[in-house]
């Protein structure tokens, strides 16, 4: 029986209807204590009067709100009034992937984003312990800022046993039983070990969202048929997913490749790895597409290179930089020492707000995790900094303290979606600034920003490290980042150089 508009469920008023499905009814709903809107999950009477189901419908709540992640949607609350079991979730003003999917393809640039921001959430529910299950666009949210949010762990650390029935009437179900165990899910997105009802773990997502990731760029699914049955023959064959096509990039292909292998020892082992290379994909797309505008900027369309010029400007360019680097070198080389020791102090939560703590925290732990895998490098452990936080801070106190040479200490801020970060690394020995940087990224790209402030914290201790070091420290593809370490300045005075020499020798030239 349908709820009508103003019911009232405890301290929430019924609006309108989202919608419905095997395991109850969405409704969009307005909390009146604290006036704000909601989305309420009701779990139907004939559901809630098995156990089994009720059980179920429980550990859904259970663990989406055991779960804090920008890309996860909330679960605020499970409750019951008159007799009416539900479920409490943060409200997305926005659509489903899969209404965007029947416009179309998406573009390659959206579909990476999409599949990034969904890995994120992935690996925050990995490491907690759960699975999803039932990753398929229907459950994807993206929000009108361009945010997704992965709904519905209602599969969630689910264990069925072999004899129950599952409910026919769920569109996200199949009960095929190629073997004991029962088998959950939406068909087209299960993986290999999910369709045999095997044990599962974090693999089998990554194998759904590969599929999610094909259908985006493709609008086709990559093993498709005519029924349930015919779907999980083509999952289940030894037949590997067809190439994106549609101009995908062949790191782009590589990715979903891997995302979509039928043995899931060959797959992505964890999100967190697959999650370092979609990033990385971003980025090298980001940088290819600045060059590309670059150099249309810089290019005339009725322009005539001048070859012999433009050979002759190179070579002096290229003398002039190795003269100004080689200088840089020596001055730098005999000025820094490396630092040896560090302590990381957890970083001070602006915001006082507990929902951001884990931030505050986790960020310089990882960042511990990262520095200790370098050599020569005494990085001081978790336990031996932790018991700083909340206190005054004196970095020359706390460095004479603990024995290190340099301290870093950071401030974090939450600005709506963003995640505000300042950081200072402190020379125990006078208390001045070594080196200071802020970043102000998305709450969904925090992995990347953990990675990036472990490199620039590496790189400011003058450490000098090898490609393997690095690749610890970062797990991603190199990139030469051309001419850095040459100041603007410095830069300028090359080109007037270059112009001064390339004029005299063309007035010696004319004049011989």
Same mark, same amino acid.
């Given at each position: 029986?349908? !709820? ?29 204590? =604290?006036? @704000? ?15 089994? @189901? ?11 709100? *055991? ?36 416009? /179309? ?10 599949? %990034?921001? +969904? ?23 993206? $929000? ?9 762990? /209602? ?14 009437? *769920? ?16 068909? +087209?997105?299960? %993986?290999?070990?999910?369709? $045999? ?11 759904? =969202? ?22 999980? +023959? ?12 549609? /101009? ?18 060959? @797959? ?18 980001? &940088? ?5 505008? +670059? ?14 010029? !433009? ?29 040896? &020791? ?17 931030? &505050?925290? /986790? ?6 995790? %990262? ?10 452990? @978790? ?28 401030? =974090? ?15 125990? %020995?006078?208390? &001045?600034?070594? #080196?200071?940087? $802020? ?27 090898? $490609? ?19 100041? *603007? ?14 004029? #005299? ?8």
């Amino acid at each position: 029986m349908r !709820l009508a508009a103003g019911t009232i469920l405890g301290h929430y008023k019924i609006i309108s209807l989202l919608g419905a499905g095997g395991m109850g009814e969405v409704y969009f709903a307005l909390d009146t204590k =604290l006036d @704000r809107k909601v989305a309420l999950k009701v779990l139907p009477a004939e559901v809630a009067s098995h156990r089994d @189901r009720l059980d179920r419908f429980t550990r859904e709540a259970k663990a989406a709100a *055991a779960l804090n992640h920008p890309n996860i949607a909330h679960v605020y609350e499970i409750n019951e009034s008159h007799g009416i079991n539900f479920t409490v979730m943060e409200f997305i003003d926005g659509e489903t992937l899969r209404a965007q999917i029947l416009q /179309g393809p998406l573009g390659l640039q959206a579909a990476i984003d999409i599949t %990034s921001q +969904s890995a994120s959430a992935l690996v925050a529910a990995h490491e907690a312990g759960i699975i999803h299950r039932d990753i398929k666009p229907e459950n994807v949210m993206i $929000r009108r800022d361009g945010i997704i949010k992965l709904l519905d762990f /209602g599969l969630a650390k689910l264990i069925i046993d072999k004899d129950a029935q599952v409910d026919t009437s *769920a569109p996200t179900m199949l009960n095929v039983k190629t073997k004991p165990g029962a088998i959950m899910g939406t068909t +087209s997105y299960m %993986s290999p070990e999910q369709a $045999r009802g095997l044990d599962l773990d974090g693999r089998t997502d990554i194998f759904s =969202l590969g599929v999610v990731l094909h259908e985006m760029v493709t609008g086709r699914l990559p093993f498709a048929g005519t029924n349930s049955y015919e779907i999980v +023959s083509s999952i289940l064959s030894d037949k590997e997913a067809p190439p994106l096509g549609n /101009g995908a990039p062949e790191e782009l292909e590589r990715i979903a490749s891997k995302m979509l292998r039928k043995a899931r020892d060959s @797959r992505y082992q964890t999100t967190k790895d697959l999650l370092l290379d979609l990033q990385d994909l971003k980025e090298g797309l980001r &940088s290819d597409l600045k060059l590309k505008h +670059s150099r249309r900027s810089v290019t005339s369309p009725y322009a005539r290179p001048d070859t012999k010029r !433009l050979a002759t400007l190179l070579l002096l360019l290229a003398i002039a930089i190795g003269i100004v680097a080689a200088g840089l070198y020596i001055q730098r080389t005999k000025s820094q020492v490396a630092i040896q &020791s560090i302590a990381v102090l957890p970083f001070v939560n602006e915001n006082k707000d507990p929902n951001t703590e884990y931030l &505050s925290d /986790g960020i310089p732990e990882s960042i511990i995790n %990262s520095l200790s895998q370098l050599p020569n490098l005494k990085v001081m452990s @978790r336990n031996s900094v932790f018991h700083y936080k909340g206190q005054p801070l004196n970095a020359q106190a706390v460095a004479k303290d603990l024995q290190v040479e340099a301290v870093l200490t950071g401030r =974090l801020t939450q600005q709506g979606d963003n995640i505000v970060i300042g950081v200072e690394l402190i020379d125990g %020995s006078d208390n &001045s600034q070594i #080196w200071g940087g $802020r970043y102000n990224r998305p709450l969904a790209d925090v992995f990347s920003i953990q990675q990036e402030l472990a490199k620039d914290i590496s790189s400011n201790l003058r450490l000098r490290l090898s $490609r393997n070091q690095q690749q610890q420290l970062r797990k991603s593809s190199i990139r030469i980042r051309q001419f850095r370490f040459l100041h *603007a300045t410095q830069m300028v005075r090359c080109v007037i150089f270059i112009v001064v020499i390339h004029d #005299w020798l063309t007035t010696l030239k004319s004049e011989g």
